[in-house]
């Protein structure tokens, strides 16, 4: 009996999780991407392994979806993340207000923290702020991007998963009662169409689903969100230092390496393939991050850069959007097989969001295969490009 055969539209962090997740449940599977392998705003994040600490007062849900695949990632791919934590630091009486609440939260989303006196926190990391107040350290960590989602790729290519980069979605093949059978494809390398034809379609293309759900004649409410992020080129601290306050613009500080990264600003844009950096979020991104480490403003800017967060539902900005994720069946919403939509989400929770998907392709194509990828430890991310594909 042949394998169903399931489509994949992008390579970033959602898609290779789903590529293997369903590979390791016995799926057929072809992963599409326009470009390279986290191409769009996954090979663009901070690179912070989240501990749910950002989200855990006003967030529950993505506080806890956090934290739990922090503990996950941490096991099955060790090899990409640097499992060094992070402080929560006050520096105004509105902080010190916030870290009440900031300590319930925590609880309640069973984040393990501890309460720092500010001399025990400058011990720590002695480049920090030495004006503050207080602090908590919080099981944060940090990760490479790149090699993140390579190592779901190379093991997904391992249990039989094709990838096909540099292929460009043009259009969706439909059947006669308007639902989706496939996919019509540009190769950009030789600049030839084609078509690939599948039980199931994925569109794992994060902010760019709407977009992508629309060809098929399906409604994504998902709100693309922008936001500038600063490199400095030296490392001055050696945890992930964020503000204890609500989440807000330049309220992060992380080691990249032997870089600094000061993360991020929100807003939003029309044309999601060209957000400019401007001078302006720079230069906030410098004095928001000197307030955590002073020393910042000695620091040469190696680069700054840009990453669209796929935000869902609606709200009055970016920063009032829960961080978690959704998936869509087009049956459901819009009564069209054949299509399923995953967006929304952090890249701290790709694998939870693999399973998901995974979970609704398996009962709609009536396939009983369980989840294992909590366990299933990773290949190493240079193994995608030895494997044959």
Not at 251 to 270: C, F, H, K, N, W
Request: net charge negative.
């Amino acid at each position: 009996m042949d394998k169903p055969h399931v489509i994949i539209i992008g390579a970033g962090f959602t898609g290779v999780a789903v590529s293997h997740d369903l590979a390791l449940r016995g799926f057929d599977v072809t992963v599409v991407e326009r470009g390279c392998i986290v191409n769009g705003t996954s090979g663009r994040t901070h690179g912070l392994l989240h501990s749910g600490g950002r989200y855990a007062v006003k967030d529950h849900e993505s506080a806890i979806e956090c934290i739990d695949e922090n503990i996950i990632l941490r096991k099955i791919v060790p090899q990409v993340i640097e499992p060094n934590g992070g402080l929560f630091i006050g520096l105004t009486d509105e902080d010190l207000a916030y870290g009440e609440q900031f300590i319930e939260g925590c609880e309640a989303c069973h984040i393990p923290i501890e309460e720092l006196k500010p001399q025990e926190a400058l011990r720590l990391e002695p480049n920090i702020n030495p004006n503050l107040l207080v602090a908590f350290t919080v099981p944060d960590g940090t990760f490479d991007p790149l090699r993140l989602a390579l190592s779901f790729a190379a093991s997904a290519k391992s249990n039989g998963a094709k990838y096909k980069l540099y292929t460009e979605l043009k259009d969706f093949i439909l059947d006669g009662l308007g639902n989706v059978i496939g996919v019509k494809v540009l190769d950009r390398t030789n600049n030839k169409e084609y078509e690939i034809r599948g039980d199931m379609v994925v569109n794992a293309t994060g902010a760019w689903a709407g977009q992508v759900a629309a060809l098929a004649g399906a409604d994504v409410p998902v709100k693309p969100t922008p936001g500038i992020m600063v490199a400095y080129d030296e490392r001055f601290c050696e945890r992930a230092i964020n503000r204890l306050c609500p989440p807000a613009d330049g309220d992060i500080a992380l080691p990249q390496r032997r870089m600094m990264v000061v993360g991020t600003t929100s807003y939003e844009v029309e044309d999601l393939d060209y957000v400019p950096v401007t001078e302006d979020q720079i230069e906030l991104m410098l004095e928001r991050g000197a307030e955590l480490i002073p020393n910042i403003r000695k620091a040469k800017m190696r680069g700054a850069y840009m990453a669209t967060r796929p935000l869902i539902g609606a709200g009055t900005s970016g920063r009032s959007i829960a961080r978690t994720f959704k998936c869509y069946d087009c049956k459901e919403t819009h009564d069209i097989e054949g299509l399923v939509t995953i967006t929304g989400g952090k890249a701290t929770t790709l694998r939870l969001m693999g399973e998901k998907t995974a979970d609704l392709v398996c009962q709609k194509l009536n396939v009983s295969a369980v989840c294992s990828t909590q366990e299933v430890p990773l290949l190493s991310y240079r193994q995608f490009y030895t494997l044959p594909n």
